[in-house]
């Protein structure tokens, strides 16, 4: 058989390349991959085929390899702005954000007008804590594109981690129009109260969206709706109820999210009670501690760890995996060990341990874990409330200690979530609270330095 005319070559790479694209378009990944590569089996620098395979490797959460293959479509197309684009988003993946900047800076120059790349790159200045310089971006996208929402959304927490609440809780609203936002809108038949309109003798449904620590965060606001001469019906997520019910249950019904609601007559997310209580840093609604807990549960657990002698440490070293920011704000649990002094008794705060600390917890016997006892966040709480510190990431415990007013000791990424504003070592939102901070992005040794210290120069207190 004579060997292929350039002309079949070109027809054949056109129908394979066809082939493929159908199945990338309807999410047969591996089929697609395979005509991709099939492809540069035959032509090598072919830049559509470079670009959607790079475009499966970010699908699939592979940084690295995608960030190698558009690297190598630009070498044989560098005058295009996406792959550009998409190789600062990988980079970014990677905690490279000065080069993910570069990138994006090269798709800008193709094209002036590209309101994600400007977006992209306020996300990356933030992360190197260049606020100002992430600000001017993200104003740039939204000249760009006013209703651009992602643009709005990051410019707000970058404002409420400086403490610009007046402007940030407003721009925080854009949340509900991110494609990324993970909490769906609740449309009620009901109005939304936005804080104009009284409630005064109404019924209000407060509910709750994003985590279990948000919750948590943003329940104090119940109390002040009531102030207002409302009825409270606080709807949140089913671990949260026995917790809140104690705490609130006189005056509010507590109920769990997915039951039948009970007649309301307006309703409010808590997470935009802030907005309608227009709320600054001075006016923080921060009680020592708003959280109660049922006694029957303190004494149980008084009970279990009546043996101890030692002065009680409780500990969480990592959240929930699915959390878009885990892997900044998790940390393995042997890494800590070499820095927890053997002057305390620990405690492990978590319900579930992932499955590569389970061979360090199992091989540090001092350290006692609970499981499957801690039935729900009143057992979690009760538990904390026998510690005489609670060292902890950011996640749901670290808010559930310190609204119960427990010292709390809180380790941060050198990003962190706006919640805990920039370099500051206490909370507005939690005066019990004591905040640890990534010197460097990624590097925990410093910050497990200066616990150290402060529990070392504890034990030696009389």
Not at 113 to 122: D, L, S
Not at 250 to 272: E, N, R
Request: one cysteine or more; glycine letters at 4%; charged letters at 20%.
């Amino acid at each position: 058989m004579p060997p292929a005319t350039s002309d079949q070559l070109e027809l054949s790479i056109q129908q394979i390349f066809s082939e493929a694209l159908a199945f990338h378009n309807s999410g047969q990944l591996n089929r697609a991959k395979a005509g991709y590569e099939q492809i540069l089996t035959i032509q090598p620098n072919h830049f559509a085929a470079l670009n959607l395979l790079s475009a499966i490797a970010m699908q699939t959460n592979q940084p690295q390899l995608a960030v190698d293959l558009i690297s190598k479509a630009i070498e044989v197309n560098p005058d295009v702005a996406s792959p550009y684009y998409n190789r600062g988003v990988m980079l970014q993946k990677l905690k490279q954000h000065d080069d993910a900047i570069a990138s994006y800076d090269k798709a800008i120059a193709l094209n002036p007008n590209y309101a994600a790349a400007y977006a992209n790159r306020g996300v990356a200045l933030k992360e190197l804590k260049l606020t100002e310089a992430a600000v001017t971006c993200y104003n740039k996208a939204i000249s760009l594109d006013p209703d651009f929402a992602d643009a709005h959304f990051n410019k707000s927490m970058v404002l409420l981690s400086e403490g610009d609440f007046e402007r940030g809780w407003e721009l925080y609203e854009w949340r509900w129009k991110c494609a990324s936002y993970t909490t769906p809108r609740r449309d009620f038949f009901q109005p939304r109260w936005n804080g104009a309109e009284s409630i005064s003798g109404k019924t209000i449904l407060l509910h709750s969206e994003q985590g279990l620590g948000d919750t948590i965060q943003f329940c104090r606001y119940a109390r002040l709706v009531a102030d207002l001469g409302a009825n409270v019906i606080l709807e949140v997520e089913q671990p949260l109820v026995s917790l809140l019910s104690s705490s609130f249950g006189a005056q509010h019904q507590v109920v769990a999210k997915g039951s039948i609601l009970p007649p309301f007559d307006i309703h409010c997310p808590l997470l935009s009670l802030p907005l309608a209580f227009k709320t600054t840093i001075a006016t923080i609604p921060s009680r020592q501690a708003y959280l109660r807990i049922d006694s029957s549960k303190v004494s149980k657990w008084a009970s279990k760890l009546c043996g101890s002698t030692k002065p009680r440490i409780g500990i969480v070293w990592s959240g929930r995996p699915a959390h878009t920011n885990d892997h900044n704000r998790s940390i393995k649990l042997f890494s800590l060990i070499p820095f927890i002094p053997y002057a305390f008794e620990y405690f492990s705060l978590q319900k579930e341990v992932r499955e590569d600390d389970r061979a360090t917890l199992h091989a540090y016997p001092n350290i006692r874990h609970f499981g499957d006892e801690l039935e729900d966040f009143s057992d979690t709480a009760a538990l904390c409330e026998q510690m005489d510190i609670v060292i902890s990431v950011d996640t749901s415990v670290a808010h559930l200690s310190a609204a119960i007013g427990k010292a709390t000791w809180v380790l941060l990424p050198s990003s962190p979530d706006w919640r805990w504003l920039l370099d500051r070592e206490d909370s507005p939102w939690y005066p019990s609270a004591r905040l640890f901070r990534q010197r460097n992005a990624g590097n925990w040794v410093d910050v497990f330095e200066e616990v150290n210290a402060a529990l070392i120069a504890l034990a030696k207190v009389p």
